[in-house]
């Protein structure tokens, strides 16, 4: 499966933009969901999750309240909505699919999009 992540941009402190990940290839259907990110210098870390038919989502302690993992399996398409952006959310985010239920290890993942950058100024 290929998967194309868009939607970051440059945007003020205290605003919102939504990320999307197109897949190709295969149904998104089959697949766990991940968003990671990495900032300068730092490891790539997890965001949110979301299982395959939506259920059930989980987020990192750092975004919890502020931002919302989606996904529409028709659209093939997962979403990242964040709001109450922070200067410490600047980093390019990846989205990710993978077969192992729930978990937020990012070697666990199988696929890997692109990557968008997200900038937040303060």
């Known amino acids: 499966v290929q998967l194309q992540a868009s939607g970051g941009g440059l945007v003020q402190a205290g605003g919102s933009l939504r990320l999307s990940c197109a897949a190709s290839?295969?149904?998104?259907?089959?697949?766990?969901m991940g968003w990671f990110r990495q900032a300068p210098g730092k490891e790539r870390e997890f965001v949110a999750g979301i299982s395959r038919n939506g259920g059930g989502t989980y987020y990192a302690d750092s975004v919890k309240g502020r931002f919302t993992i989606s996904r529409d399996n028709a659209k093939n398409t997962v979403y990242l909505q964040m709001n109450s952006l922070k200067p410490e959310d600047t980093a390019v985010y990846y989205c990710a699919a993978g077969l192992v239920p729930g978990t937020i290890a990012g070697d666990r993942y199988n696929y890997w999009g692109q990557g968008t950058q997200v900038t937040v100024s303060s």
């Open positions: 290839g295969r149904t998104l259907s089959y697949y766990d």
